[in-house]
């Protein structure tokens, strides 16, 4: 079993880490492709597919013209948004971080999937970017590429279901990929009641996913089924609102 996560674009590259041999990401050739376009960006080209402050235009124009001389991370370190304020990975053991290493992976619009221990550097690249390479949008540069490694690394721990705690934007590049095809996908839906019954929100919901993928990678869960018993911050699985491949757990 695999759980699926987006990356943040909030990254860290500052504080202590724990000192844990890393691994190397498996797209480098996709990776220095996109890196020598994005590098050949003008500030204003930057700008038309990455619509944010000129501030964080001028930190990531920079960041792909030096990129190879960038320092490194492990991913699971770095990213440093909801997702991974609920992760919380510097306070896991090691063995949680190895375990998280075999059944934990992190979609991502410049490396395509990251195991926690890869090596990564600072970027900004949203998958749902309308611009890549010699094609219109990132997923379609990136292909049916993620989902074939993803169901590799599901051949490796002879299981066939996949827990999606991604966003959308970021499922989009491996969902109706022939090699996902046949794969059991169950989906998480986090929910909070509130004065006018139940809502989604999207702060919260984003940190739930990292819960869950913390108490996965805790409890060395590798039986789908097990992960209906997640309590965390008050969330319970509600059995009557969820489906066979859709799951939802309520809070408050």
Known sequence: ???????????????????????????????????????NLSKKKLKAIMPVSD????????????????????????????????????SLGEEAIRFAQDHLRILSGLYGLLRPLDRMRPYRL???????????????????KIAALLSEDLGRE?????????SNEYWAAVDG???????????VDFRE?????????????????????????????DDPEALKAFDSDGYRYVSGDSEENRWRFVRG
């Open 126 to 144: 949203e998958m749902g970017t309308r611009w890549a390479p010699r094609y219109k949008k990132l997923t379609d540069f990136w292909g049916d």
């Open 193 to 221: 009641h509130g004065p006018d019954g139940l809502r989604f929100n999207s702060f919260e919901a984003k940190r739930a996913r990292g819960l869950m993928a913390r108490y996965l990678c805790e409890h060395r869960i």
């Open 55 to 90: 501030k964080l235009i001028d930190l990531n124009h920079g960041r792909y013209q030096n990129f190879w001389t960038q320092p490194e991370r492990h991913a699971i370190y770095a990213f440093n948004g909801d997702v991974y304020t609920g992760f919380e990975a510097k």
């Open 177 to 187: 990929a022939k090699p996902i095809a046949g794969k059991r996908v169950i989906a």
């Open 158 to 166: 002879g299981s066939d279901t996949v827990i999606n705690l991604a």
């Open 1 to 39: 079993m695999l759980a699926v996560i987006s990356p943040a674009k909030s990254l860290d590259f500052e504080s202590e880490t724990p000192s844990i041999p890393a691994t190397d990401a498996r797209f480098p050739v996709e990776t220095d492709r996109l890196v020598s376009a994005a590098s």
